[in-house]
């Protein structure tokens, strides 16, 4: 689980989206593919910290097709 800096700055990223380069953007699916495969890897019954993780996994989504637009 990522510490409160690494969520910040995972913040700005993804706020930075219009902006990314196509290194940027390389990045951010490979954040998302990690993301995603830590979704499936959670505990199923703990539910709040699934759907915590899952809301990184949509705002990366987001911002892939922010960039993209």
């Known amino acids: 689980m990522p ?3 690494d969520y910040a700055w995972l913040g ?3 706020d930075n989206a219009p902006n990314w380069s196509e290194e940027d953007l390389a990045t951010a699916r490979s954040i998302l593919a990690d ?3 830590t979704v499936t890897e959670a505990h199923p019954r703990d539910r709040r910290n699934r759907e915590k993780l899952q809301s990184v996994v949509d705002a990366l989504e987001r911002a892939i097709e922010t960039h993209g637009s």
């Open 3 to 5: 510490d409160d800096f």
């Open 12 to 14: 700005e990223f993804i």
């Open 35 to 37: 993301q995603k495969r």
